[in-house]
């Protein structure tokens, strides 16, 4: 037992005199060593502006004010790395034999200043041409850094990604474990980038191979309020990565505001993404086995980003049933039509210019809020401000609709398009984009459009194009044209066969002049107005009726006007009675003719075309030489 206490007793006094030797050193001097260390080992200058001094508990070590670390050269003037206060720990037993190795860094309110250059290469890459001239004797293997520790607590950070606009962060933790120089590195830090703390959790296997540039496995987890990450792959120091993606949220809207990111609130539901990722130092990001999920929407396929000054998407993807009605109102103003008018909300098309797309999509069936499609192929091209959006085709208002629609922001707003259609319904279409839906019946046809403006109001207004339709067996609500021109009806409505017209647009007025209507018995021309910008009308029906056993037909024209929402119907009585006018004003002519000629005993005929006073005069000059003949003796 004494033998034990003598032992221990001598353990103990030779671990004082060893502390004792380590306290003895000044705190400049320390951290001047740990200076010339981390220059050396890094090929960046670390300056100590302020007051350094010698720490026992809790890091042997230096605490130095004012520090910064220096940026690599093509970075710039501002230092990488600037912290209020440095905490520098060193191994005791180095220092007893005069070396200095950095164990552990802790800084606190520090400053991050972070930047890559073109070839994707970060200012955190330390080493080099510098680093290597400033290590004697060491093999070309050594370690650019070797610091079992670090820890960043209340920092800024600065991240300026070449030809990208910075981010900045504030109030961001830092932990970096790095206990075995072959081993794994565990990460841990936590990100504020809206306030809520967004979690980081990583590990990154063979650090030290991973500092020299070669490719490690690299597993992250990221946590956000509503959401997680994770990350399984591999990955190098210039950021090149490959592996698999997942991410889920029960309210994607917290998660994207957590994360700084803000979308409409219809995001607030349930979100699911998996995908073979990689990426590429020249920021170029693949997606393959890719699957989406929103709420009741999955989307699958592959996708291509190229982060370019103006990134481009490129990608297929296949639909089940989308239904994106959720997103209806939640941004911006609704191309949809109120009854007073249609929306004057200045339209925001800034979201053309944000990315070049060339983007295939098929879906079963698409709700969007205002029109209904079935199963249908699509494709979206956007170039410098410019979208096409083609239908190969698109199974919409129970038919079939072919052709591209375009939306054009390069130089104000402007929309067009040029479509074909066959066995839509005509309520459906018509109810659908301009909220009319008293024409109803299967169609086919053909419409080109063109209209500018930065509201739905001013586009409708501008519209200009041309077409044309033809529709078999339909009715209109609202009026009952076979009532109208003989007993019985359709209670309210007006039935046809048969429907074909053309049209031209200017101005955002429709013109019609050749509408032909064929009803039971009877037919039905048309002519007229149709203010697609004011969402009025003016329209003459001319309907015909061909009296049995007759050659007489009955027309009593049809006048309507005002606006969509409630138009005034009635006869055009004036329409109406003109004919008749015209045939009663001729009948009289005719039996005037004929009374004139019994009374003046005229054996001559009136033609219709000659003039009834010239033949009344001519015949009596013809009287007055007779009667004068008569006179002098003649004949």
Do not use: C
């Not at 600065?158 to 075995?180: F, I």
């Not at 091209?381 to 609709?401: D, H, N, T, W, Y």
């Not at 007006?494 to 050749?514: C, M, W």
């Amino acid at each position: 037992m004494r033998l034990i206490i003598r032992i221990a007793t001598a353990l103990v006094l030779t671990v004082a005199v060893l502390l004792g030797l380590v306290l003895l050193l000044p705190g400049e001097k320390i951290a001047q060593l740990a200076a010339d260390q981390v220059e050396g080992q890094t090929g960046r200058k670390l300056e100590i502006g302020g007051k350094a001094r010698f720490t026992f508990w809790p890091t042997l070590g230096v605490k130095a004010d004012a520090v910064t670390l220096s940026n690599a050269e093509w970075a710039g003037s501002e230092p990488m790395l600037s912290a209020e206060r440095l905490t520098i720990g060193v191994a005791a037993a180095d220092l007893l034999q005069g070396n200095v190795r950095v164990t552990e860094i802790s800084a606190i309110l520090p400053h991050l200043n972070l930047a890559t250059r073109e070839d994707g290469t970060g200012n955190w890459v330390f080493g080099g041409d510098t680093a290597a001239a400033g290590s004697s004797g060491g093999s070309s293997g050594a370690l650019p850094l070797r610091i079992e520790a670090v820890e960043l607590t209340g920092a800024s950070l600065r991240y300026a990604a070449h030809g990208q606009a910075p981010v900045e962060m504030k109030n961001t933790d830092l932990r970096l474990l790095w206990p075995e120089p072959d081993g794994t590195v565990r990460v841990k830090a936590t990100l504020r980038p809206a306030g809520a703390p967004v979690e980081i959790d990583a590990e990154i296997g063979t650090f030290a191979a991973f500092l020299a540039g070669e490719v490690s496995s690299v597993g992250a987890t990221v946590t956000a309020p509503g959401g997680k990450g994770r990350f399984d792959g591999h990955a190098d120091i210039r950021g090149e990565a490959g592996g698999r993606l997942t991410f889920g949220a029960e309210d994607a809207l917290q998660t994207a505001v957590a994360m700084g990111v803000f979308l409409p609130d219809a995001f607030a539901q349930k979100a699911v993404f998996g995908a073979d990722v990689t990426y590429t130092a020249d920021g170029r990001l693949s997606m393959r086995d890719m699957a989406v999920e929103l709420g009741p929407n999955r989307l699958t396929g592959a996708a291509d980003v190229a982060l370019l000054d103006r990134p481009k998407i490129t990608a297929q993807l296949q639909g089940g049933a989308l239904d994106l009605a959720m997103l209806e109102g939640s941004g911006g103003s609704s191309g949809g039509a109120a009854e007073s008018g249609w929306p004057r909300e200045a339209i925001d098309a800034s979201a053309l210019g944000l990315a070049d797309a060339a983007i295939g999509l098929t879906f079963d069936s698409l709700n969007t809020g205002g029109i209904q499609l079935g199963a249908s192929k699509l494709n979206l091209s956007i170039e410098r401000s410019r979208a096409v959006l083609k239908f190969l085709p698109a199974a919409m208002f129970g038919g079939q609709v072919q052709g591209q629609v375009v939306a054009n922001n390069r130089n104000g707003l402007s929309v067009g398009g040029k479509l074909t259609f066959n066995g839509i319904r005509l309520e459906r279409a018509l109810g659908e984009t301009a909220g009319y839906s008293r024409l109803n019946g299967e169609a086919l046809g053909e419409l080109e459009f063109l209209g500018s403006g930065n509201s739905v109001d001013a586009i409708m207004r501008s519209l200009s194009g041309k077409g044309w339709l033809e529709a078999d067996q339909g009715f209109f609500t609202g009026f009952d044209l076979e009532q109208l021109m003989r007993s019985g009806g359709n209670g309210g409505s007006t039935v046809f066969d048969q429907l074909t017209a053309s049209f031209t647009i200017e101005g955002g007025n429709l013109s019609n002049q050749d509408l032909l209507v064929l009803l039971k018995g009877f037919r039905a021309d048309g002519k007229g107005r149709i203010g697609l910008g004011a969402r009025d009308l003016d329209y003459l029906f001319t309907p015909q009726i061909v009296r049995a056993g007759s050659d007489q037909v009955l027309t009593i024209p049809v006048r309507v006007t005002g606006p969509w929402a409630d138009p005034d119907i009635r006869p055009d009585l004036s329409q109406a009675l003109q004919t008749r006018i015209d045939d009663v004003e001729e009948e009289a002519k005719d039996r005037l003719r004929q009374k004139l000629g019994e009374e003046l005993n005229l054996n001559t005929e009136i033609a219709p075309e000659q003039d009834l006073n010239d033949v009344l005069k001519e015949r009596i000059e013809q009287e007055a030489r007779d009667q004068l003949l008569r006179l002098l003796g003649g004949d």
